[in-house]
């Protein structure tokens, strides 16, 4: 198992291949399933702007075509100062397949800061979107 700094900069690689010429705000994911396995994803934006698709569900997105059906964790890292936060779609995205021990690593910066973990806000579920909706009645 990858630790959370190594999920950051694996983020961090993603987002070097972000397609953000309309924001210029480049954003990097990347995913961890239950399985162990890895998945990154960047931003891509589109001139129409709803084909837009953020780089948290593009790694989400990535493992769920490849079988996988629940993520342990999720890293998110952009180039601002503060904790790059995901948008309110990516968070329902992250409810339909988090496992019950899921968390998300919202992380700051361009590079590595001193103090990192000072620069990251780690968000369960409840924190990421209370009330969450869920079609399966199974389903916490």
Not at 95 to 107: G, M, N, P, T, V
């Amino acid at each position: 198992m990858v630790s959370d700094q190594e999920m950051i900069a694996l983020a961090r690689q993603a987002r070097q291949n972000a397609y953000v010429p309309y924001s210029k705000f480049p954003v990097g994911a990347a995913v961890e399933t239950t399985d162990g396995q890895i998945f990154t994803g960047c931003n891509i934006e589109n001139a129409s702007y709803g084909a837009t698709n953020c780089a948290e569900r593009t790694a989400i997105f990535k493992a769920v075509s490849e079988g996988a059906r629940q993520i342990r964790r999720l890293a998110v890292v952009c180039t601002d100062d503060e904790p790059c936060m995901p948008c309110g779609i990516c968070r329902q995205v992250m409810a339909e397949f988090a496992s019950a021990d899921f968390y998300c690593l919202c992380a700051a910066g361009p590079e590595p800061l001193p103090g990192e973990t000072d620069h990251v806000r780690h968000l369960g579920p409840d924190e990421l979107l209370p009330n969450r909706f869920f079609l399966d009645p199974d389903k916490p």
